[in-house]
T-cell receptor
């Protein structure tokens, strides 16, 4: 079991570029989510999915898109990168949304210049 | 709105000391997660609890539902325990997690 795998680990983008952060899990978890972590703030939810084909917005969704075509994969797309999107991004998964342990990826450190 | 507050923000201890990190939360939270994040590293789940107490090795987590308060204790602390400890409340629509800002623990040898 690899758990939750995020790629890349580091990325530098120029303002206006687009990119996709990959997230895959091999635990057959239905619930997956993306967070961003900024200094002095708690992790904030960007988007989440309760199963294949179902996604919804979290607390800070603007500038990001997601899709969930399979149970395993939950990519996060930055449409037109902005310096305000400089952050560390974490993908997480759990068997169900409630009362179950959450598993996190190793994080992606993104810098937008 | 669900809110989670942690204290202290920073904590420095000597090896062997007993550590307590506190987490208070607002109404609407049905379970509480404790997470660990080493510098530059990923996030690891330590505990998920909705009542009582859980223990794993030198780590103990307790929750008091009535007082809306949880604590994470580390007995016989060690420098490898140095990390950021994060509590997160689960609740509301779709059981989303609301995170505290974290407690940076440094254990000196």
């Amino acid at each position: 079991n690899a758990g939750v795998t995020q790629t890349p680990k580091f990325q530098v983008l120029k303002t206006g570029q687009s990119m996709t952060l990959q997230c895959a899990q091999d635990m057959n978890h239905e619930y997956m989510s993306w967070y961003r972590q900024d200094p002095g703030m708690g992790l904030r939810l960007i988007h989440y999915s309760v199963g294949a084909g179902i996604t919804d917005q979290g607390e800070v969704p603007n500038g990001y898109n997601v899709s969930r075509s399979t149970t395993e994969d939950f990519p996060l797309r930055l449409l037109s990168a902005a310096p305000s999107q400089t952050s560390v991004y974490f993908c997480a998964s759990s068997y169900s949304p409630a009362n179950t342990e959450a598993f996190f990826g190793q994080g992606t450190r993104l810098t937008v210049v | 709105k669900n809110e989670v507050e942690q204290s202290p923000q920073n904590l420095t201890a000597q090896e062997g000391e007993f550590i307590t990190i506190n987490c208070s939360y607002s109404v609407g939270i049905s379970a509480l997660h404790w997470l660990q994040q080493h510098p530059g590293g990923g996030i690891v789940s330590l505990f998920m609890l909705s009542s009582g107490k859980k223990k794993h090795g030198r780590l103990i987590a307790t929750i008091n539902i009535q007082e809306k308060h949880s604590s994470l204790h580390i007995t016989a602390s060690h420098p490898r325990d140095s990390a950021v400890y994060i509590c997160a409340g689960e609740g509301g629509s779709n059981y989303k997690l609301t995170f505290g800002k974290g407690t940076l623990l440094t254990v000196n040898p």
